[in-house]
Structures are given as structure tokens and as C-alpha cells.
């Protein structure tokens, strides 16, 4: 991966304050200062684009990759259960574009990875000589343990909590990154089918650089997660189960007590464990969620509707959350091996959040798009 010396520095700014804010996260629970540095950062990067790389229109269909042909569609729901992020729903149309067939799975990062010899943000050192020159004068050197690189890990609670503190079954585990997604002790063995996780935006958008794609703008993830069908509350149609049939892989219980794995898997599943979509998509729902180019702000569909239909739309130029305002985030659609009707129904096609670019989880991945056309129109599918 080549990275110009901007990129290199901006990129350094960015791994170290996530580091640090972790850090005074693990300092001071209330995140006031974490998020100061959070407002540091957003200062410090640019306005979403959407990263261009195309395919000449005569190039052969893409290995393990599905031509979306592109179209009108309703963005967004204010359906019973949708959350407010998702009015009012609106126009929007999109151009015909690749999108990969399932997540990234940890096979295919490991190839990258070894090819490259990237290091992913949580598995990167904190060098606090280069740190603190992005910090206020002043500020402490956090100890060495703190400064240790890490990442967030799911944690089932020993009982019901209230549903209303995340923290409550979410903890920062020096350690984690996507070889031991649990932390140390833990690992990928068997798991090479599965998505990878525990990668940030950043090495999602290296990845695809390195395997010449792109990350799918949040219009285009919605639209191919509808699979051509127009305005249903799931991918496959407006019933959960149709038939009694688990058409996704979410969490079954009681949330975050205990997974049964009714559906087959508690955590995440082999990619394909699904149907696919109309598109021929998998998990296009739940399993894990999937980081996409666009800032994320909460009212971004509040400010896009009254622009009328929008032709593939990049996303807002900054991100903003109201319930979470310094923090800027990218947005991630798609739900995930977590998300179950009581807490979250984010399995839903219109259903999206916003993370920190800066931060992995163990319910995160992506998947890769790629504009251009298909060799022969509707050869693909
Ligand atoms: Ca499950």
C-alpha cells in the first residue's frame, strides 16, 4: 500500500489519538475527554468523497463479486420500529456497480495482510513522542500499560441489564485485533470462512485499495441490500421467518445475558450461511456489520430529502450524531450477530449507526464495491 506523506501524517494523527482516547476512556469512564480528542480529529480530516476506482466497462466480472444494476429506489424508512436516523425515507438513484458477494473473511484479510505486511489500527504501538505533539501542552504521559494497543470486545453480562449503557457489555481489550478477535488467547483458527472483524474504516479502505476496489457509499449498500424488491422491511421480503426459515444471523435470547444460537450460530457464522439476496448478496443482514464510505450523520436523510431524487449520493461532507456529538463516525449498515428485535432490529436494509473511523469491534467487518459495468449487461447475475 502506497500512502502519500499527507495521507501518512494524517493517518499517524489518527492512530495515535484513538489510542489516546482510549486511553483516557480507561481514565475517565464519563469519555468527556475522549471526546475533545474526538473533536481534534474530526478537525483534522476532510470532507467524505467517494474513492473512484474503476473498472473499464469491457473487464470480465470481478471473482466473487455481484453486478448491481443500479436504479431508483426508496432510501431510508419512518416504518413502525425504524429508528429516527432513517427519515424520512426519500428518492435516491444509484449507477450499476459491483459489490462483493459476502464480507471480507479472514482468509482473504490474511492474504492481505501477508502480501503487505499491514498492521491494522488496534494491532499498531503507541508512540507517545508523536502522540503528544497532537495533544494539549501539558498533558500527561499515560503509563505504558494504558498505552497498550487494543481493541473492543463484546462481553455477555452475567444478567439482564438495562439496555441503555453499552458499556455494559462492551469492554476495551488490550490485545484484540482481527488474529485474536477476543483478545489474547483467542484466535481465528477455524474461523477462516468467517468475516473478519475488529478492523476500523481505516484498514477496511486499505484493503480495498490493495485489491483495487473501493468501499460501497451508503446508498449503494442499501440498495443492494433491498435485492430489487421496493420498500420491504427485510431483504428478502416483509416476513422475519418466512416459513420458520432464519434467513440471517442475529442474536437469539436474551440480550446481552446469553446467545442460544437458535438460528445456528451464536457469534459470527461461515459467510454463506444464508440465503443470499435478490442481488445474490450475502449477509446483507446481520452476521456483521459493514463499514461504508459515507460521514455519518444522524439527520443526514433529514437534509438529503428535500433535494429531491439524488443521483449516487456520497454521503454527507462531516459527520454528526446527536446523541453523541464530537465524535465523528462513518456509518455501518447491516446489523450484526448482535442485534435481536428487543435491543436493536438493525438487521433491516434502512437500518444504519455511525462508529468511530478509528475503531474496530467484534462485530464489524466490510465488504468491497467496485464501479464500472459488466462485461455483458446482466451476465453476472
Ligand atoms: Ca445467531
Given at each position: 500500500m502506497r500512502r502519500g506523506s499527507w495521507k501518512r501524517s494524517r493517518g499517524w494523527i489518527r492512530d495515535t489519538l484513538t489510542d489516546l482516547r482510549a486511553t483516557i476512556r480507561r481514565m475517565n469512564p464519563t469519555l468527556a475527554s475522549a471526546r475533545v480528542l474526538a473533536s481534534a480529529l474530526f478537525a483534522l480530516t476532510c470532507a467524505a468523497c467517494a474513492d473512484t476506482t474503476s473498472v473499464a466497462a469491457t473487464e470480465a466480472a470481478p471473482p466473487g463479486m455481484r453486478w448491481i444494476p443500479g436504479g431508483e429506489f426508496t432510501m431510508g424508512s419512518d416504518a413502525p420500529g425504524a429508528n429516527p436516523n432513517e427519515a424520512p425515507p426519500h428518492r435516491v438513484r444509484v449507477d450499476g456497480f459491483w459489490l462483493d458477494e459476502t464480507a471480507v473473511t479472514n482468509a482473504e484479510f490474511a492474504r492481505f495482510v501477508e502480501a503487505t505486511k499491514y498492521v491494522t489500527v488496534a494491532e499498531r504501538p503507541v508512540d507517545w513522542e508523536e502522540m503528544k505533539k497532537t495533544v494539549?501542552?501539558?498533558t500527561p504521559k499515560p503509563s505504558e500499560d494504558m498505552l497498550a494497543p487494543g481493541s473492543l470486545v463484546f462481553t455477555p453480562t452475567k444478567e439482564p441489564v438495562p439496555l441503555d449503557n453499552l458499556y455494559g457489555w462492551w469492554r476495551w481489550q488490550h490485545g484484540a485485533n482481527w488474529r485474536q478477535p477476543e483478545g489474547p488467547g483467542s484466535s481465528i483458527a477455524g474461523r477462516e470462512s468467517h468475516p473478519v472483524v475488529q478492523v476500523a474504516w481505516e484498514d477496511a479502505v486499505a484493503y480495498a485499495k490493495w485489491a483495487g476496489k473501493r468501499l460501497p457509499t451508503e446508498a449503494e449498500w442499501e440498495f443492494a441490500a433491498r435485492g430489487g424488491l421496493e420498500g420491504k422491511r427485510f431483504a428478502w421480503g416483509d416476513e422475519f421467518r418466512p416459513d420458520g426459515k432464519a434467513m440471517a444471523n442475529i442474536y437469539t435470547g436474551t440480550f446481552p445475558v446469553k446467545d442460544t444460537g437458535e438460528d445456528g450460530f451464536a457469534g459470527t457464522a461461515p459467510v454463506k450461511s444464508f440465503p443470499p439476496n435478490g442481488y445474490g448478496l450475502y449477509d446483507m443482514a446481520g452476521n456483521v456489520w459493514n463499514w461504508c464510505s459515507d460521514w455519518f450523520r444522524s439527520d443526514a436523510h433529514v437534509l438529503a430529502a428535500p433535494e429531491g431524487c439524488c443521483q449516487n449520493p456520497v454521503g454527507p461532507r462531516d459527520s454528526w450524531d446527536a446523541t453523541d456529538p464530537l465524535a465523528p463516525k462513518r456509518v455501518i449498515k447491516?446489523?450484526?450477530?448482535?442485534?435481536?428485535a428487543s435491543y436493536c432490529e438493525s438487521y433491516r436494509p434502512s437500518a444504519r449507526r455511525g462508529t468511530p473511523p478509528d475503531t474496530g469491534s467484534s462485530h464489524v467487518g466490510f465488504r468491497c464495491a467496485k464501479s464500472g459495468a459488466p462485461q455483458v449487461p446482466g451476465s453476472a447475475r
Open positions: 494539549a501542552p501539558g447491516g446489523g450484526s450477530f448482535l442485534c435481536c
